[in-house]
């Protein structure tokens, strides 16, 4: 019977850091991940030496990048691995960091999310094989279609929508790694350039650069250390899946319940225990689909309940305090590593200006193109 993160001994985030997230730039990728790793070194009181193996999450930067990068704070013969599963990279790094620590094949491993965009589109390898719809429905257009049954299903104004792009923009103008750290009123959100259907740019995620490092500990590297363990946060349970046969307009959102599902009955929490969430919220449509999807509240809920401030910070459960990917932005690799040190920062209680009080259980989730989710869930 295959086992589950929880049944092998406990797994911690004892460090956490951020190259902040930023719109393309010169900058060079090394800068970016050293920066993060540097921090999440310093946030755990911890040599690089005392590092015993390496997990790097990416998806633009091509072929074996960690080398180079890495080998400036020291070249000392650790295992690295490099990951690419889009954008779930990061959250698939972490998840086997987690797993070799929990085996206890390490005591200590770092994870670290780095991507800078190309210039132009970003490259998918062609199956050379001829299809029907090939290109033809592009993500905004494909999420737009889902804003317009979402709203029709539940008798909701498609306006309504773009609060959920107020609130994360909310939230991430009171965090300094965040893309856009700008308010927004609805009036701007609306009045965006258009998208797709009723979709503006400030109901879609940028995408640029930046990174986020964590480093993940046993209880016996966390004493042999001297780590602090207060500032330790738990790691309660991974769950991953793939997609499923199916014709459905949005297979993300039945994935995405299933895993979540899963990661929860593995942590032994319920969706009300939830204080904090970080979701895969491209587009706003996104943050309710997967919202409803946790159970923090039952389908054609999320709109009357984000209106009455149960999503704010401050509220009965906060979500994407970080400002999420449409404000927090989403350089790929590093925005499942973010999301879990936003959630890290959350359950310590050192969210200076966006904290969710009392918070000490919290979920992440990433789909990458809709072909594979990742869930985890922390407690304090």
């Known amino acids: ?60 930067l091509g072929m074996a990048i960690g080398r180079p990068m890495l080998r400036h704070l020291g070249a000392l013969g650790q295992p690295l691995v490099h990951i690419e599963n889009a954008s779930a990279s990061g959250s698939t790094a972490f998840r086997h960091a987690c797993i070799e620590v929990a085996a206890g094949i390490s005591d200590t491993a770092l994870v670290l999310g780095i991507d800078k965009r190309p210039d132009g589109p970003i490259p998918r390898a062609s199956t050379a094989i001829p299809t029907l719809a090939g290109d033809a429905v592009v993500p905004f257009t494909h999420f737009a279609l889902l804003a317009d049954e979402y709203a029709a299903k539940h008798g909701i104004d498609p306006a309504d929508l773009a609060l959920v792009a107020v609130k994360n923009h909310n939230n991430g103008a009171l965090n300094p ?6 308010t927004r009123t609805l009036e701007e959100v609306l009045g965006g350039r258009a998208i797709s259907g009723t979709l503006t740019a400030l109901q879609c995620t940028p995408v640029g650069e930046g990174a986020a490092a964590v ?65 895969h919220d491209a587009f706003t449509v996104e943050e309710l689909l997967y919202a409803e999807a946790t159970g ?35 350089p790929i690799g590093p925005t499942g590593v973010g999301q879990i040190g936003e959630i890290v920062r959350q359950l310590r209680g050192e969210a200076t200006g966006r904290q969710q009080p009392g918070a000490r259980t919290g979920l992440a989730h990433m789909v990458g193109v809709g072909a594979v989710c990742y869930v985890h869930v922390l407690q304090k």
């Open 177 to 182: 790694n965040a893309q856009r750290q700008k």
């Open 296 to 330: 923090v509240c039952r389908p054609g809920e999320f709109i009357p309940l984000l209106k009455e401030g149960a999503f704010d910070i401050g509220g009965r459960c906060a979500i994407s305090p970080s400002g999420g990917l449409i404000a927090m932005g989403h």
């Open 1 to 60: 019977m295959a086992r589950l993160l929880n049944d092998l001994r406990p797994v911690y985030v004892v460090g956490i850091g951020f190259h902040p997230y930023q719109y393309p730039t010169e900058t060079p990728y090394v800068t970016l991940g050293l920066t993060a790793v540097r921090e999440a070194l310093a946030d755990a009181g911890i040599a690089w030496g005392e590092v015993e193996s390496s997990y790097i999450g990416t998806a633009l």
């Open 215 to 279: 480093i993940v500990a046993s209880e016996e590297g966390i004493k042999r250390l001297g780590i602090d363990a207060g500032r330790a946060i738990r790691v309660a349970s991974s769950a991953a899946g793939s997609e499923t046969a199916g014709n459905s307009l949005n297979p993300d959102t039945g994935l995405s319940a299933e895993i979540m599902t899963r990661a929860m009955r593995e942590a032994q929490v319920a969706p009300t225990a939830l204080d904090v969430v970080e979701l």
